[in-house]
């Protein structure tokens, strides 16, 4: 028959006989028995052409039965057999060949029995299914599509949704991804699947999946209702107040599955511009801005399904702050909590630009202090210990300001913080500065407490060249006390080392030519390029003659010349040499740069990868990072000193209290883990290690305090089975309270439960994640029972 011939081609039938018959017996059998049972005669005309090494093929009828058996049981015990039966499986008490048959294999060629065969599943309740599904497989691409995805147990649902993502072309069989495929298409204007669905499969059994699901409620599926429904759900588990009745409806009773589902789709990465877009429109259409805009920023701080939410609680902070509201401490907190927000990456700029304008703000009520210095040591000391965090606030609100597409929000901001650094800040500092030293002029300042710039070789350098020991100095032109601090910190996170920072009295007027040579020797040196044999120790080759005339085993480098070197080229450079200084020029970084705050920021990651390249290639062990000076990105004070050839729009310093403290940074490589900074950990302290509902709250505790070498955490946890598959939803918490008060340090977060079936015998895991890591994530496991 043409039709048995199609169908033995397209089916692979002779394929699977093969295997079955030749593969190696199993048990007792030393052969393999196949019955082939085909009621409708299909290949009747078809199983003379079949042929198998060691196999006798055999047609049987009702009058051979017998003969059949006698041979198999008794004349041949080595062959394998085809037992071809033309006519349909006969009732047990009237098979002659049932005993045989018991310790035999069944093949047939009815096609949802074959399907059955092929795919492993004995559960007879799915030929339903398959028959449903039949047109699906009638594609052999498709076939194997499915049988790709390896599912190892086949139910209703599961085998649905595997028929459903070939269809879709997934690389795995994944209910949640098809979900997203279908809104995608859906907000595109396309309707691929839905097509496929329907004419492959069924649709009205992949909108009963939806439904048990996500409790969509309407008996008509409308894709934009369900999403609808999607959103606002996710939108209300985490808003606190009333909400308007009349979107009762779109509120399903699924929370659990929605508010896993919804937070997933919003993390994914491929589906970036459908969320927004979908964020956007129901936005609208549930008219979330006047649900907020008559509420408190509370009601809603936790929400994080739209991306209006985060562009609100900006506002509102930034308004507060114009209406002359102080309570920094819990904007600041608002803010930071936002930092886990699922739009954080959309506004990672504006949080980081507004936590530090408002730290900036809160920390001027300690400038009072400043106006009672009663001395130059006073006015030093609290610059060193606390006015730079001014400093560093303002820098770092600007950094991430200049990285902000729309700044109209935030300009309102920026305005009032470019108002009090100069009016509440600088010239009250100037002021008080002024009063310290007018009566003493410029070049007899003594601050006792800190060593002088010219005292700078003598105090930090000749004791290692005495000794003859090596000894490396990096000069950099970016270099004020408040870089210098957050390059310390940056210093301590990544290195085994002792890193201390020091304060020195900088020369008047602080100019590079003057302030240089200082550092290079303990040699008197006459400045200017107009006084006959004058040393113009601004440039790199007269740097190096001043060291030559004090120490031959010395050299100066610039940084550009050194950043592409590999590790051949350090010891090729260095052996032998003792004193050497490593000239960082960041000012055409700043000029270059997209701002010169990022410049900054470039800067400080090129002195680090300066430190890590010594120690790295060639084990230094002790490295000094100084000013050259050049205060580039500190603003004008009363003062200032211009460098005779510099760009016009560079400032090289003013004698400013921020130009003369001048900063040194010792760093010495230490072995010992001691000096190792380390993630801060955290514990589970709740007592419980069962969960008996699938909204729990748990509760945590950071270890200890943030500080310099205990480093913030950026942990995720969730709940995973034992087969490592996630069955909760994901918590994100950043990990960097800095109180000493352990109290301060504990909090609860919720976890929720996917709707699975759980056994209280089997064992799951609360798993903790470090975000930052890129391989062994898995900071630790804890062991739980799930009983519900």
């Not at 691409?141 to 086949?154: C, D, P, S």
């Not at 589970?684 to 290690?689: E, F, K, N, P, V």
Request: aromatic share 12%.
């Amino acid at each position: 028959m043409q039709k048995g011939s199609d169908n033995l081609s397209k089916m692979n039938i002779e394929e699977i006989l093969k295997e079955r018959l030749c593969k190696e017996a199993n048990g007792t059998s030393k052969r393999n028995i196949v019955f082939w049972y085909d009621t409708e005669k299909e290949f009747e005309n078809e199983i003379a052409n079949l042929a198998f090494e060691g196999t006798k093929i055999i047609t049987l009828s009702t009058n051979n039965t017998f003969s059949v058996k006698y041979d198999i049981e008794v004349m041949d015990l080595d062959s394998n057999y085809l037992l071809y039966a033309p006519f349909e499986k006969p009732k047990d008490r009237e098979n002659w060949l049932l005993d045989i048959q018991k310790y035999s294999e069944e093949f047939s060629t009815d096609r949802a029995t074959y399907i059955m065969q092929r795919l492993g599943i004995t559960d007879v309740a799915l030929r339903e299914v398959i028959e449903r599904n039949i047109k699906f497989f009638e594609n052999e691409k498709r076939f194997k599509k499915l049988e790709a995805f390896n599912l190892t147990r086949y139910d209703t649902r599961s085998l649905e949704i595997a028929i459903i993502s070939a269809l879709a072309k997934l690389k795995i069989a994944d209910f949640d991804e098809l979900i997203k495929v279908l809104l995608k298409e859906y907000l595109e204007g396309k309707d691929d699947l839905i097509k496929n669905i329907i004419k492959y499969s069924s649709v009205d059994s992949f909108y009963t999946h939806i439904k048990q699901r996500f409790g969509y409620k309407e008996e008509i599926f409308k894709i934009d209702e369900f999403a609808t429904t999607l959103f606002y759900t996710a939108f209300s588990y985490k808003y606190e107040g009333k909400l308007p009745s009349k979107l009762d409806r779109f509120k399903s009773p699924r929370i659990n599955e929605i508010v896993i589902f919804i937070s997933e789709f919003l993390k994914d990465k491929n589906y970036k511009q459908v969320v927004e877009k979908y964020s956007r429109k129901f936005e609208k259409v549930l008219k979330i801005r006047a649900i907020i805009d008559e509420v408190s920023t509370d009601n809603f701080v936790k929400c994080e399904t739209f991306k209006l939410i985060d562009e609100i609680i900006i506002e509102r902070i930034i308004e507060s702050v114009l209406g002359g509201n102080r309570e920094f401490n819990a904007r600041i907190r608002i803010a930071k909590a936002r930092r886990t927000s699922l739009w954080i990456n959309s506004f990672k700029n504006e949080y980081e630009a507004v936590i530090n304008g408002l730290e900036f703000l809160r920390k001027l009520d300690y400038l009072s202090e400043a106006l009672n210095a009663e001395s130059l040591n006073d006015l030093y000391s609290m610059y060193t210990n606390e006015f730079i965090q001014l400093d560093y606030h303002y820098r770092k609100f600007y950094y991430y300001y200049d990285k902000v597409n729309n700044k109209d929000v935030l300009s309102k901001l920026k305005k009032i913080l470019e108002n009090k650094y100069v009016k509440d800040y600088l010239e009250p500092t100037s002021i008080q500065w002024s009063r310290l030293i007018e009566n003493r002029g410029l070049s007899s300042l003594d601050c006792t407490l800190y060593k002088k710039q010219s005292d700078f070789y003598n105090h930090f350098v000749s004791d290692y060249v005495k000794k003859d020991e090596r000894i490396f100095v990096i000069v950099s032109d970016i270099m004020n006390y408040e870089v210098a601090s957050e390059l310390r910190a940056e210093l301590l996170k990544e290195r085994r080392a002792e890193i201390t920072l020091k304060a020195m009295q900088g020369i008047i007027p602080p100019h590079t030519k003057t302030g240089v040579a200082p550092l290079l020797a303990d040699t008197v040196i006459t400045y200017g390029k107009n006084e006959g044999n004058a040393i113009d120790s601004s440039s790199t080759k007269y740097r190096k003659k001043i060291l030559l005339e004090t120490n031959t085993k010395s050299l100066v480098i610039s940084y550009d010349d050194i950043k592409n070197m590999k590790s051949s080229g350090y010891k090729a450079v260095f052996t032998g040499e003792k004193l050497i200084y490593i000239h960082h020029n960041a000012s055409d970084k700043i000029v270059y740069a997209k701002s010169p705050f990022e410049g900054v920021e470039i800067a400080i990651r090129e002195i680090k990868d300066i430190v890590r390249s010594l120690v790295n290639h060639i084990s230094v062990a002790k490295i000094i990072i100084t000013a050259d000076p050049f205060g580039v990105v500190v603003p004008r004070a009363v003062t200032s000193y211009r460098d005779q050839d510099e760009k016009e729009d560079l400032m090289h310093g003013d004698a400013s209290l921020q130009e003369m403290v001048i900063p040194v940074i010792e760093y010495f490589d230490k072995r010992s883990n001691s000096f190792k900074a380390k993630k801060v950990e955290v514990e589970l302290t709740s007592i419980t290690r069962k969960l008996t509902n699938k909204i729990s709250s748990l509760e945590f505790f950071q270890t200890k305090s943030i500080s310099v070498k205990i480093l913030p955490l950026n942990l995720l946890m969730y709940f995973v089975d034992a087969e490592g598959k996630i069955v909760s939803n994901e918590v994100m918490i950043i990990i960097d309270n800095s109180s000493s008060i352990p109290k301060d340090r504990s909090f609860k977060k919720k976890f929720l439960l996917k709707d699975l079936r759980y056994k209280k015998e089997e064992i799951y895991y609360l798993v903790f994640e470090d975000e930052d890591r890129k391989i062994n994530r898995i900071v630790k496991k804890i062991p739980f029972c799930i009983d519900l």
